[in-house]
């Protein structure tokens, strides 16, 4: 048992690692002056390619050929939807303040739950109703004041599309248990940062892209490891410890990307969006009490909950 526990520890804290990391994306996207169609092509090339390498080593490239043409469409649906979500996500962080943006784009986790009777087809959970009131008892308080950054539509705007971003995350991972069951996280991945790539190309074409050094250096990073390397460690992690534990720790996220603000953007953390933060995390981690939740920014939990059953049957043959 305390060999388990051990490996349990060890694993969560892979969690915590990968959630940290997620929070110094909005850093990386101030870093880079251009449009967030630019920036999302640059962080799924320098993902795929990263990806491509890992399953080259592995000897697993011919896990992405062979698919049934409906499992394929589907997949490429799904990397459409994740460029939406990133794109509104980043756009967001452009014109709001990232304490606003991120604590806003996590009400995802509770909409995945509240959308679950209407896209998946199963029973209302009643269970629901008071983190789904949390959640957006904290959106009102966060986007409530008048004045700060609210005094420009810009701001407002951002708000806005970070709320969006959430409902559609919560179409992306619904759409990932209807669709894609059963096959492996890598693959997954693959399809999604290719789709998302070929999508945003023309978009890269005719904007101007980044040309310093320190951009290229932030896109490399947010693709490579705040991307591709994250979701390596976060698939170790859930190997060895449950996914609703999981899920609950990478709140971590959140709360890294106000200290990083703070600390590298000079962006303040207001009462009302710390009260409101609290009441939006609360919420969601009271649902990834009820269920197998998912993370804004890896991949989603439940794809890694049926690769690690998948490796489980492996071992077990």
């Not at 991120?102 to 087809?121: D, E, H, I, Q």
């Not at 290719?194 to 290229?216: D, Y």
Request: proline share 5%; glycine share 10%.
């Amino acid at each position: 048992m305390g060999g388990r526990e051990q490996r349990e520890g060890v694993g969560l804290a892979r969690v915590a690692l990968a959630a940290t990391i997620w929070g110094s994306i909005p850093v990386l996207v101030r870093s880079v002056d251009t449009n967030s169609f630019v920036i999302v092509f640059w962080r799924v090339a320098f993902a795929g390619l990263t990806l491509l390498a890992y399953l080259t080593v592995r000897g697993r490239l011919p896990e992405l050929i062979g698919l049934p043409r409906r499992r394929v469409v589907a997949l490429v649906g799904m990397g459409a939807l994740l460029t939406l979500n990133w794109v509104l996500f980043f756009s967001a962080i452009a014109l709001t303040d990232v304490a606003v943006a991120v604590l806003l784009a996590y009400c995802g986790p509770v909409f995945v739950a509240v959308l679950t009777p209407v896209l998946g087809k199963e029973r209302f959970d009643t269970r629901v109703i008071v983190p789904l009131l949390l959640a957006l008892a904290g959106v009102a308080i966060i986007v409530g004041p008048v004045g700060g950054a609210f005094g420009d539509r810009a701001a407002v705007l951002g708000a806005g599309l970070a709320f969006v971003s959430a409902i559609t995350y919560a179409v992306l991972v619904l759409n990932a248990k209807r669709l894609v069951q059963g096959i492996p996280a890598t693959v997954y991945m693959a399809f999604e940062y290719g789709t998302a790539a070929v999508m945003l190309l023309p978009a890269v074409l005719l904007s101007q892209g980044p040309s310093r050094p320190v951009e290229w250096a932030s896109l490399v990073t947010l693709g490579v490891v705040n991307t591709a390397l994250t979701g390596f460690l976060f698939l170790s992690a859930l190997r060895v410890t449950r996914a609703d534990h999981a899920a609950i720790i990478t709140y971590a996220e959140p709360v890294s990307a106000v200290v990083f603000a703070a600390l590298f953007l000079n962006e303040p953390f207001t009462l009302s969006t710390a009260i409101g933060g609290l009441l939006v995390i609360a919420g969601g981690v009271t649902v990834s009490r009820l269920r197998a939740g998912a993370t804004v920014e890896g991949p989603p939990i439940l794809l890694l909950q049926q690769e690690k059953e998948r490796l489980g049957a492996k071992r077990g043959r």
